[in-house]
Each structure stands twice: as structure tokens, then as C-alpha cells.
């Protein structure tokens, strides 16, 4: 790998070039993108202007696009990349990323580019559930693998093809994301189909989900960054997450780390289409991540969906509850000023309204009490319904049990309160 310069395409439409500056990386937007109508810009921390970013600027918006610890070090091992090399990883890998960026050596986009889907045998499936790492099959050849996704868990990008599971060669974009299981953490596909279908009962909006027996089991989402036009073309919608639109690095995405926690979370929702239901979105948000026992929910779990010039809140992913687990319960942000759930009391309740940009408490204490009221009940019914759907899972009564946990010990709390108004 050899290029100095890489096009940063927004779908089909060159956007940028990102350089390498001596050993860091820099971004500029191209003059014929500028004079465009209707354009978007590749981030909030990315305005529209004539000069380069910074490298600082740069890094965080793209370094965000890369995989993280242990399967971006695999990753840089399988293309002969040093891990810390950003700019590697992305001429590697950057074909097909979150949103509609995608990113080629400089020239090289049409280049010996035929986009097509490799279909996935049943064989190809059962292989990749033996892998180290389902990012970067060993199966596959490096130049069908110009595909990233950001994140600490390993997954792999794929497109569904006349209701064959593809992988996405020369460019194509891909509809779906795969998830193995994982070594470490039992049940994890089981645990997130779970969460995931429950936030829909919650009134939270989330892509489509399911699990697939093939191979030893993996969890599948929908990408509610693509769109099938009538035509049957795959268009690419823009999305960034808050860390990109905020210019975090990855490495700061935990606010115990620096990285953004409520307040500017929230803050970022002016700039959305329709701020004041997005703000009440990412309370609902906040608690249920709360209530199922999610610590790891951080800034990079968050994302601004362009469909639009305007963007607007994207759909929730990534819900898990990591209390089933032997992990910190630190929270990723902090609620009221609290890391720690077990320590959570009303006054930092009545600090997340503050956080939330509520001037009053009603909507937020009402939220409260309405989820904590009704999700146990929903998330039994919906044990239920995916033991007959997929068969049974003891992981379904470990969520419920910290789900019925933390809703009881929520309502106590309200009734020293005093008794909330009518909902």
C-alpha cells in the first residue's frame, strides 16, 4: 500500500481528498463538491470550507470509521497494517463504511471496479462461525474485504440479494450487519435481539432484527443507512455518530475519558430536524438503557442519519445489557452526575432533566414511571414469543431479572417523590 492520498466519496460523489502529511492525516473538501447544490457535509465537526482540517480535526472524524482493540489489530494483521496507521486501515478497508463514505486511493474508484455480491453457501456461513474473526475471514481473498465498520465488536457487513446472504465485492454497498457469537460473552446474539426488540416496545426506534441458525449462530440488523430505490439500486444514506460530530477520537469515546457525555449529546439534537421529539427520544433512550442494565452506552452508539440536509436522530443499535455479564458497571455517561447505578437517587434524576435540557421535570419523571411500569411485563411477554420464535435461552430470564431489579427499585424511588401526575 502506497498512496498518499485517498478520495473520500460521499455515495458516488467525490467529496474530498484526505492526505498523509508527513505521519498524520489531513482532510479537505474539493472546490467542484463545494459548488454543488443540495450537498451535505461529511460532519457537523466537518463544516463546509475551502482550507484542509487540521490533522486533530481529521483523525477524529475518520480514525471513528475504523474497527477498535482487538479486531482492528486483527484486521491490520490480516492486510499487513500496522494497527495505530489510520490512514493504512483505511485504504485498506474503507470501500464500504458507516454512512456513505467510502474511500479509494486516489484515481482508482472506477478503476477495476465491478460491484457485484458474492453469495455466502451454507459452508461459507458454518466456516465464518469458526473464524477468529468474522471482520476479516480468512477464507476470502484481502480484495473482497474493503469493508469497515466502527466499533470494539467484531462483525462483518453484508448484503441480503434475493433472500441469499451476499458479501459485497468492488465497491458494492452492503444492507445488513452480521454478528457472530462471542467467545467471551455467552448468549450475546440471544442478549441483543432481546434488548433491541424490547426498545421497540418501548417506543424507541431500531432497524430490524433476527437471529440465524446457520454456522454456530449469529445475530442479524438491518443497515438503516441504505435505501433500495425502485430501481433496485442500494443508495448509501449519510450518518455519523456523536463522537464524529462532536471530533472525538474512539479512544475518548467514554465520558470518564473525555468523551461527550449527556449535556452535549443533547446539545447536538439543535441541529436535528425535529429537535424537541429527538430530545425526547434519547430520553426514552437513556432510561431504558438504564433499566436493562447497558453500561456501555456511549456517545458512538449515537448517530445523525442525513437523509436530508437536515440530519435527524437515527435509529438505536447496539443495545445490550452488560449486567449478565462479569464486567464494570461503571456507566459509559454518566446519569445526573452518576457512574454508578447502584448509586443513582433523585437528585440525579432531577440532574438528567437539567442534563436533557428539560425546563421541567414532568416529561422525564413521567417517562420514568410509565417504562418502569410496563417494560417487565413487555419483556416477559417477549421472552415468550422468542423462545418460540428461536427456542429457549436462559439468558431471557438473566435480562428479565435485572430488568424487574432495577424497574422496582426505580418506582421505590418515585414515591419518595411524591406520587407523579397523571400520565
Known sequence: ????????????????????????????????????????????????????FS?????????????????????????RVSPENDFGLLEAIGGDCAGAVSLYPEGEHQANRTPAYRPL???????????????????????ALRLSLAGAQDKLPIAIEDEQICLPEGGA?????????????????????????????????????????????????ERYDRRREPSGRIRRLHQ??????????????????????????????????EPIPARQRL????????????????????????????????????????????????????????FDARLLGLENWRNFVRQAGERRETFVFHTLEEMASTLPRQG??????LTEEYGPDGIYGEILDVLRRRSAGLLSLLTQRGKCPPL
Open 1 to 52: 500500500m502506497s498512496a498518499a492520498v485517498l478520495d473520500v466519496f460521499l455515495d458516488e460523489v467525490l467529496a474530498g481528498k484526505l492526505r498523509l502529511d508527513s505521519t498524520d492525516i489531513v482532510f479537505q473538501y474539493v472546490p467542484e463538491y463545494l459548488s454543488e447544490t443540495n450537498i451535505i457535509p461529511l460532519s457537523l465537526s466537518l463544516p463546509f470550507r475551502r482550507e484542509p
Open 55 to 79: 490533522p486533530e480535526v481529521s483523525r477524529a472524524f475518520f480514525a471513528n470509521l475504523l474497527p477498535e482493540g482487538a479486531v482492528r489489530e486483527f484486521v491490520a494483521q490480516r492486510h
Open 121 to 143: 453457501s451454507a459452508g461459507d456461513l458454518e466456516k465464518l462461525s469458526e473464524e477468529p474473526y468474522a471482520a476479516a475471514p480468512s477464507f476470502l481473498p484481502d480484495e
Open 173 to 221: 454497498p452492503s444492507t445488513h450487519i452480521l454478528k457472530p457469537r462471542h467467545l467471551r460473552f455467552r448468549s450475546l446474539p440471544e442478549n441483543e435481539i432481546f434488548c433491541m426488540r424490547l426498545a421497540l416496545r418501548a417506543g424507541l426506534p431500531v432497524p430490524g432484527t433476527s437471529l440465524l441458525p446457520a454456522g454456530d449462530g449469529f445475530f442479524l440488523i
Open 240 to 273: 455519523e455518530d456523536f463522537c464524529q460530530a462532536r471530533g472525538v477520537p474512539p479512544a475518548r469515546k467514554y465520558e470518564a475519558e473525555g468523551g461527550p457525555g449527556f449535556s452535549p449529546c443533547f446539545d447536538l439534537l439543535r441541529h436535528s430536524r
Open 283 to 338: 430520553i426514552r433512550w437513556a432510561i431504558f438503557n438504564y433499566l436493562i442494565g447497558n453500561a456501555d452506552a456511549h456517545a458512538k452508539n449515537l448517530s445523525l442519519l442525513y437523509e436530508a440536509r437536515v440530519p435527524s436522530l437515527a435509529p438505536f443499535y447496539d443495545l445490550v445489557c452488560t449486567a449478565v455479564y462479569p464486567l464494570s458497571g461503571q456507566m459509559a455517561m454518566s446519569l445526573g452526575g452518576a
Open 380 to 385: 416477559e411477554i417477549l421472552a415468550a414469543e
